[in-house]
C-alpha cells in the first residue's frame, strides 16, 4: 500500500502496494519519503492541530474573541484577509440596542427550533444575509429568554423545597414533644447524675452541634459514635433553641448512644445568654428589618430581569431562614458557652461523620484558632474554587483596603476550636464589629450567612487541615462521586438539597439515609422513609 499526498497537501490518496509493514512510500511532488518520515510528519500536523486549538481557546476563555478556531486561525495569520461571512451578519448579531428586540406578541413568528429556523429557509423566497441575521438573533434571543426564566424557575422552586419544614420533621417534633409531656422516660436527666462530671473533662473527645433539626442531629450524633474508635471518650454537646429542646430531649433519652456521653442543652440554660447582652441577637434584628426593606420578597428578587440567574439564586438563598437563626451564629460564642473546655470541634447538622475524628486532636494547631479545610483548591471546581472575593463584596473600600480579594476562603461545618487561643484573641469582638458594619452599609459588604463576617473575624487564625476530613458539596451538585464521598472521613450536604429534603441527590442520600433507623415507631409514625 502507499499513500500519495499533493504537493499542496490537500489530497492524499491510497494506492494499492505490499503492504505497510515491508515498506511505505509517500510521494510528495517528486519526493519519495520513508514510513519513519511519514510518522514525523503525521506527529508534526497533530502537535500544529493541538497548538491551534490551545491559540484560539485561551482567546475565548480570555473573552477576547468570540469566533471559531479556523476563524481565529485565519485572523491571526492573514488579518486583512475577507471573511467569507457577510458583515452585515456580524453587525445585526453584534449590535446591542434594542431595534432587533423580540416585539411584543410576535414570539409564533419566530422559528421555536433549529429544524423550524432551516425549513424557513428554504424555498423560493430565500432571505438575504440581513434577513438571515435578524431572524437568527431572534431565534436565539427567544431561546436564551426562556431558558433564562426556566432556570429562574428552578431556582424559586429549591429556594422554597429547601426553606419549608417538610411535615415528617414537624410530624416528628410534635410526636416526641407529646412523649417528652406524657413519658416520665423521655424526661429523663442527660447525662446521668454520675456522668456530669465528664461534661468538663478535657481527657474526653469533646463535640459541639448546634442544631434545631431533631432527625439531622441524631445522624451527625449516631454516625459520630457508631464510627469512633473511643465511644467511650465521646462526649457530645447538643444545643438547641427553646422551641425544640423538649423533643430534642425526648429523642436522645429513648435513643442513647452508650457508652458516648450525650448533652442536650437549649440556649436559654446558659446564664451568659439569658441575662446577658448578646450583639448577635440584636444584629440579627436589624438584618431582618433591613432584608426586609432592601431586599424585598422572593417575588421582587424574581421578577428582576436583567441580573444573571446565578445572583437571583445568591440572593434567594441570602432569604433562606438558615441565615437568621441563631444556630448559625452559636459557634461564635464557644469560649464563653464551654469555659472549662480547650479545644472541640464544632460540627454543623448537615455532616455524615465516616471515620474515628479523635485523631483531629492531635493536630498542631501552631498557636492558631480555627483548623478547617481550604475551599480554593481540589478537583471540583465548583465547590473547591472559593476566594475571599467569592463571599466578600472587593468594590466596597471598606473590604478592598482591608484583605486581598484572592486569598483562599475556608469551609464552615466541621471545625477545630483551640478555645484557650481563642479567649487570648479578639475575634469574637472582630465578629460583632463587621456585622455591625454590614447593617450600616445596608448589606453591601456582603450578601448572607454567617461564614464572610467569620472569614474576616477569624482572619490570621486559621490553620489548615488535611481535605480529608471535610468534604463539601454533597448538597450542591450530584457531581461527586460516591466512591469519593466514601473515602472521606466527613461528608457535608452544604447547599439546598439536604438529605432529610425530597430535592435531595438520591445516590448521594443513601449515605445519610444509612444512620436513620426506620423501623423506630417514631420514625414510622411520621412516615420517614429512605427514598
Known amino acids: ?153 428552578e431556582y424559586l422552586y429549591r429556594h422554597v423545597a429547601s426553606s419549608s419544614i417538610p411535615k415528617q420533621l414537624h410530624c416528628l417534633a410534635l410526636l416526641l414533644a407529646t412523649e417528652h409531656a406524657t413519658n416520665a422516660a423521655a424526661r429523663r436527666q442527660i447525662p446521668s447524675p454520675e456522668l456530669v462530671p465528664t461534661l468538663v473533662d478535657n481527657s474526653y473527645f469533646h463535640f459541639v452541634l448546634a442544631s434545631d433539626n431533631i432527625l439531622a442531629a441524631s445522624v451527625v450524633a449516631t454516625s459520630l459514635v457508631y464510627n469512633s474508635l473511643h465511644s467511650e471518650s465521646v462526649v457530645v454537646h447538643i444545643i438547641t433553641d427553646r422551641k425544640t429542646y423538649a423533643p430534642m430531649q425526648a429523642w436522645f433519652s429513648l435513643h442513647p448512644l452508650t457508652p458516648a456521653v450525650i448533652e442536650v442543652k437549649a440556649l436559654h440554660h446558659f446564664d451568659w445568654f439569658a441575662k446577658g447582652k448578646v450583639p448577635v441577637l440584636e444584629a440579627m434584628e436589624k438584618d431582618q428589618m433591613a432584608r426586609a426593606q432592601f431586599r424585598g420578597g422572593s417575588s421582587a428578587i424574581v421578577a428582576n430581569k436583567t441580573e444573571k440567574p446565578y445572583v437571583i439564586a445568591a440572593k434567594l438563598q441570602a432569604m433562606s431562614p438558615k441565615y437568621n437563626s441563631l444556630m448559625n451564629h452559636v459557634r461564635i460564642y464557644l469560649p464563653e458557652m464551654f469555659p472549662s473546655l480547650k479545644k472541640v470541634v464544632f460540627l454543623d447538622d448537615d455532616l455524615v461523620i465516616q471515620t474515628d475524628l479523635s485523631p483531629l486532636w492531635d493536630i498542631d494547631m501552631n498557636g492558631k484558632v480555627n483548623g478547617a479545610v481550604e475551599t480554593c483548591r481540589g478537583g471540583d471546581r465548583f465547590v473547591m474554587s472559593k476566594r475571599f472575593k467569592s463571599y466578600l463584596n472587593f468594590s466596597h473600600p471598606l473590604i478592598s483596603s482591608n484583605f486581598d480579594a484572592n486569598e483562599c476562603a475556608w469551609a464552615y461545618g466541621m471545625n477545630i476550636f483551640d478555645l484557650e487561643a481563642w479567649r487570648n484573641t479578639n475575634i469574637s469582638q472582630n465578629y460583632h464589629y463587621w456585622l455591625e458594619e454590614n447593617l450600616k452599609s445596608d448589606l453591601s459588604l456582603w450578601q448572607l450567612g454567617t461564614l464572610p463576617p467569620g472569614l474576616i473575624a477569624f482572619h490570621g487564625y486559621v490553620h489548615v487541615i488535611d481535605p480529608f476530613w471535610h468534604m463539601l458539596g454533597l448538597g450542591y451538585q450530584e457531581n461527586t462521586s460516591i466512591s469519593d464521598a466514601q473515602k472521606a472521613a466527613v461528608i457535608h450536604f452544604n447547599g439546598r438539597a439536604k438529605p432529610w429534603l425530597d430535592i435531595a441527590f438520591p445516590e448521594l442520600k443513601a449515605l445519610w439515609s444509612k444512620y436513620v433507623n426506620f423501623s423506630d415507631k417514631f420514625i414510622k409514625s411520621c412516615n420517614i422513609r429512605a427514598s
Do not use: W
Not at 482567546?59 to 474573541?65: R, V
Not at 422559528?111 to 425549513?119: K, N, V
Open 1 to 153: 500500500m502507499q499513500l500519495h499526498i499533493s504537493p499542496s497537501l490537500r489530497h492524499v490518496t491510497v494506492l494499492p502496494g505490499k503492504g505497510v509493514r515491508e515498506f511505505i512510500k509517500v510521494k510528495v511532488g517528486s519526493r519519495r519519503l520513508s514510513y519513519r518520515m511519514v510518522f514525523y510528519s503525521l506527529l508534526f500536523f497533530t502537535f500544529l492541530l493541538r497548538f491551534v486549538f490551545v491559540l484560539t481557546a485561551v482567546d475565548s476563555i480570555d473573552g477576547q474573541t468570540k469566533c471559531s478556531s479556523i476563524g481565529c486561525l485565519r485572523k491571526k495569520l492573514n488579518p486583512n484577509r475577507q471573511s467569507a461571512v457577510p458583515e452585515v451578519i456580524y453587525q445585526i448579531l453584534e449590535d446591542p440596542s434594542s431595534k432587533y428586540d423580540i416585539p411584543e406578541g410576535s414570539e409564533a413568528d419566530i422559528p421555536q427550533t433549529l429544524e423550524d429556523f432551516i425549513s424557513s429557509l428554504k424555498g423560493n423566497n430565500r432571505p438575504d444575509a440581513k434577513t438571515f441575521a435578524i431572524k437568527l438573533k431572534s431565534m436565539m434571543t427567544l431561546l436564551e429568554q426562556r431558558t433564562r426564566k426556566a432556570k429562574i424557575q
